[in-house]
T-cell receptor, first 113, second 116 residues
């Protein structure tokens, strides 16, 4: 079965610091997708990225970057120069059977001004 | 990105009443929609998967007679919490997946239900 582990439950950083969120996954599939979602205090889950397991290139989108390491089954997420608006819960997810998404427990990021 | 709406965003009801929550995909057709429940400071718990025109598939432990799901069209799924009780108070969030073979689920803004 698919499993996603986000070991860090809550991370506090001072504004402008970088923060990296770890995601380790388990799957028996040879090809798969990985996702990151952001859940701000309002509750809505905002889609951030989808990564195909074929593509191991790191990706950068503004202050967000992702490091995919298939060899270690990790898909880590870094926020550079954090801002207060980055305060949210971030979920890593992996599709399982029947189109379900297996979510990690989430990383609560608190950015202190 | 694709937009999913959810209505109402917040509802307070008396114990014993039924509450209907709507989930709509606004700019794409969703062959599959998902209903999740989230308790404070916890991850999302999948309740059921609904496919347009067929019966929903419920996760183990979720009462299908308690949480009625209807997916009558490619853009609308509804979740009805029947005879709600205080323990049903939670954050309910839906997601939709398009029919183009894309794996991405797009989430609605969620509904906060408080049963008094």
């Amino acid at each position: 079965a698919q499993k996603v582990t986000q070991a860090q439950t809550e991370i506090s950083v001072v504004e402008k610091e970088d923060v990296t969120l770890d995601c380790v996954y388990e799957t028996r599939d040879t090809t798969y997708y990985l996702f990151w979602y952001k859940q701000p205090p309002s509750g809505e889950l905002v889609f951030l990225i989808r990564r195909n397991s074929f593509d191991e290139q790191n990706e950068i989108s503004g202050r967000y970057s992702w490091n995919f390491q298939k060899s270690t089954s990790s898909f880590n997420f870094t926020i550079t120069a954090s801002q207060v608006v980055d305060s949210a819960v971030y979920f890593c997810a992996l599709p399982g059977g029947n189109n379900r998404l297996a979510f990690g427990k989430g990383n609560q990021v608190v950015v202190i001004p | 990105g694709a937009v999913v709406s959810q209505h109402p965003s917040r509802v307070i009801c008396k114990s014993g009443t039924s509450v209907k929550i709507e989930c709509r995909s606004l700019d794409f057709q969703a062959t599959t929609m998902f209903w999740y429940r989230q308790f404070p400071k916890q991850s999302l718990m999948l309740m059921a998967t609904s496919n347009e025109g067929s019966k929903a598939t419920y996760e183990q432990g979720v009462e299908k007679d308690k949480f009625l799901i209807n997916h009558a069209s490619l853009t609308l799924s509804t979740l009805t919490v029947t005879s709600a009780h205080p323990e049903d108070s939670s954050f309910y969030i839906c997601s939709a997946r398009d029919g183009q073979g894309q794996e991405t689920q797009y989430f609605g803004p969620g509904t906060r239900l408080l049963v008094l």
